[in-house]
């Protein structure tokens, strides 16, 4: 009896032994992180949807003038061979007043994936960005500022199609000799019907440091069984191309996207500015944006803004924007995502002051 049971406890600190050690092999990490953003906006002109004139001037506060307030979970599992599982929920909120914003409509609508990462490239599986929504951001000379950036002018054609992107599976490449691409398919999730909601993109990059050219593509039907608020099914097909020169502190930026909208604009934004870290601690910005309707070249729009922020910590910084907006014909582009992402005719004048916080 003493011998089974000395031989039951080596066998119970063997597989004890076993787990502990899958457990130190198998390290994972979980990371909390977010952004909070408010301030407030004026402009000297607002839409009136009702009429498409002008309904007169607004002051008010604003979620996310720079950023979209949002938190999220990320983590990794060390897998061993130098491969690793990954996932990240992220999910938007307002400020203002706690309820879900730039989050397409859902508790975790920013991004929700899982995914698989080594030396050969990143494998996900979820809701993410495109790759043409991030070429977009590495070449937009304000970062996609959620105020006088190319953000409104995205949004303002294709709503949330391409920035979130469910039932995706991307692949990203490894960067070899400064070369790296990018490619996603969503599927649409409609049994018997293979092209309702179907959406595709890819990117190619080079980066050597100082040069960075970067294209891009996009094709989306409509359809498909997610319906979200804003809609992310829009059917579009966009391209793009650009490139940045950085000389020390300063970033110069240029590219062109072209925004062919089933039923409506077939736009071509022209944009380029700079980027100017002028101080550690003040960061300086400014850009200009022409859009043009290919169908009807009376309907066109040139957007001018400058930021400024200053940061008072790694995490913690005061703002400063300022963005004026020219339309013509039936171009409405606006100047803030939030509270003016349309303007009307003419002229528009907007400033945006605001704090921003990440954690």
């Known amino acids: 009896m003493f011998s089974q049971r000395k031989f039951r406890m080596a066998g119970i600190a063997g ?87 730039d989050s397409n409509g859902n508790l975790f609508g920013r991004q929700a994936y899982v995914g698989l990462a080594n030396r050969f490239g990143e494998l996900k599986l979820g809701l993410q960005f495109s790759p043409f929504f991030l070429s977009l951001y590495d070449l937009d000379p304000r970062g996609l500022s959620q105020f006088g950036s190319g953000l409104p002018i995205y949004l303002d054609h294709v709503l949330g199609t391409g920035v979130f992107n469910a039932n995706a599976v991307s692949y990203s490449s490894p960067v070899v000799a400064g070369f790296s691409g990018r490619a996603m398919f969503s599927f649409g999730g409609v049994a018997g019907n293979f092209q309702s909601g179907r959406q595709y993109s890819v990117s190619l990059k080079y980066d050597n440091g100082t040069f960075m050219v970067e294209g891009a593509f996009y094709d989306g039907n409509s359809g498909g069984s997610v319906n979200t608020a804003p809609p992310t099914n829009v059917a579009f097909e966009g391209r793009m191309l650009g490139a940045s020169y950085k000389i020390g502190k300063l970033t110069a930026k240029a590219s062109f996207t072209n925004y062919k909208v089933a039923g409506g604009f077939d736009s071509n934004v022209y944009d380029a500015g700079l980027d100017f870290l002028a101080l550690p601690d003040l960061d300086l910005n400014g850009g200009v944006w022409y859009v043009s309707d290919r169908n009807a070249t009376t309907n066109h729009s040139v957007m001018g803004a400058l930021g400024a922020q200053y940061f008072l910590s790694h995490r913690t910084t005061l703002y400063g924007q300022v963005a004026v907006v020219n339309n013509h014909g039936a171009m409405d582009t606006g100047l803030s995502v939030n509270n003016a992402l349309f303007s009307p005719s003419g002229t528009t004048t907007g400033v945006n002051i605001g704090v921003r916080h990440v954690f």
Do not use: C, W
């Not at 076993?18 to 092999?25: D, E, I, P, Q, R």
């Not at 604003?62 to 929920?89: N, W």
């Open 15 to 101: 597989m004890a032994s076993v787990l502990f050690a899958g457990a130190a092999h198998a390290q994972s990490n979980v990371t909390l992180y977010g952004v909070i953003d408010g301030g407030l906006l004026y402009t000297s002109k607002t839409l009136d949807p009702a009429t498409g004139g002008n309904a007169g001037k607004q002051f008010s506060f604003v979620d996310s003038g720079t950023a979209p307030s949002q938190f999220g979970l990320m983590g990794t599992e060390d897998l061993g061979g130098g491969l690793k599982a990954e996932f990240r929920l992220e999910s938007g909120f307002s400020v203002a007043n706690g309820g879900f914003n």
